[in-house]
């Protein structure tokens, strides 16, 4: 429902994982109109301030060294750092076709840079709306090669609104100013949102043509997960069309459980983390809920991430070393593609007679 919503941000704005400190950006359901059927939050203050998330950071751009430099493009071509500057995204629908989403995107962004970038755009106007100047212009897409109507306008310095229609884009403006009503009181959305929620997804209603079999038998949810005071959570209530429907769901979820169980049931940290699972199905709901430590999860995952990286190195050099750097087997090191990898002569190329033959010391 939401991955088209994020592209007509297009020349002013890169969705990313993100590292440092900022102030916090949790879900503003008064930002959201009442009368939406659907809203998801991702609030990145939220990411950097979670242990697990700021470590995968770390340690994707270790395991890429090209990444920092492609957040150091994404900064000069935003306007802002993606890094610390970017706070909160918000997208929400009054109907459940996708391609009406509205996108509040709240960044410390470089107004003057972006409002200069879009006066460029292919098709370019502009209209006022009381206090506000819309945009619009056509979004080609990276290829260039297909175009959609996008609008966009300043509600504040640091706060953006995105839609396909100069109708939408007004009617987001009037909700943020407070001359339409919000779902915070007493709308369909309306509810306490979890401290700590780094992603936050609600739906009165479910889009027909969803693909997941799951939602098809669903007729709402509620979805939160992130990290608080060093807990990670999950929680998610589906309300589903029937009773049996409801218990299909916590079928699946249980029977992921065991399929953990078999997989991994002699890893006494990963079943460590399957005991935070509870599922229960009451009448036409069915609840999840989830809590585990946060180092906890980050020593699972980092020991994931170590035996995948060891499969990456394996499978590169059994391939000879495509595609990655020929010495250490990592990809997009910038110094292993000027020929500076600091592994170069010490432990041997990949394109070696005997490649085919692992050594004990590249794992």
């Known amino acids: ?137 056509t979004h080609k897409g990276w290829n260039r090669s297909q175009g959609h109507p996008v609008v966009g306008a300043f509600f504040k310095d640091d706060v953006m609104v995105f839609a396909r229609t100069e109708a939408q884009v007004k009617a987001a403006l009037d909700v943020l100013d407070g001359d339409a009503a919000g779902t915070a009181a007493d709308g369909r959305l309306a509810g306490r949102v979890r401290p700590g929620s780094i992603l936050v997804a609600r739906a009165a209603e479910v889009d027909p043509d969803t693909k997941c079999p799951v939602l098809k038998q669903g007729r709402s949810f509620r979805v939160a997960m992130g990290e608080h005071e060093g807990q990670s959570f999950y929680r998610a209530r589906l309300d589903m069309k029937s009773g049996g429907a409801a218990e299909e769901v916590q079928n699946v979820v249980q029977g992921f459980a065991s399929l953990v169980r078999l997989r991994w049931g002699d890893e006494a940290a990963a079943m460590k983390l399957l005991a935070g699972l509870e599922v229960d199905a009451r009448g036409d709901t069915c609840m999840i809920s989830w809590d585990a430590p946060a180092a906890g999860v980050w020593d699972v995952v980092e020991k994931a991430a170590d035996a995948w990286e060891k499969r990456q190195r394996q499978w590169n050099r059994m391939r000879g070393g495509h595609g990655s750097c020929e010495h250490c087997g990592r990809d997009g090191c910038e110094a292993c593609g000027e020929g500076r990898c600091p592994l170069q002569g010490k432990r041997g190329s990949a394109k070696d007679k005997d490649r085919g033959a692992l050594r004990d010391d590249e794992f």
């Open 1 to 137: 429902m939401t991955a088209s919503p994020l592209r007509p941000v297009g020349l002013c704005f890169v969705a990313v994982v993100a590292a440092g400190a900022a102030f916090a950006a949790p879900v503003d359901l008064d930002a959201i109109p009442k009368a939406a059927v659907w809203m998801m939050h991702l609030d990145m203050d939220a990411v950097r301030d979670s242990t697990v998330m700021r470590q995968a950071y770390e340690r994707a751009a270790r395991m890429h060294p090209h990444l920092e430099k492609m957040m150091q493009m994404a900064a000069g071509m935003a306007g802002m750092d993606p890094r610390r500057d970017l706070h909160g995204v918000t997208a929400y629908g009054l109907d459940t076709d996708k391609h009406n989403a509205v996108l509040v995107v709240r960044a410390k962004a470089n107004r003057e840079f972006l409002e200069k970038m879009v006066q460029k755009a292919p098709d370019h106007a502009s209209v006022e709306h009381g206090r506000h100047t819309l945009h619009r212009w």
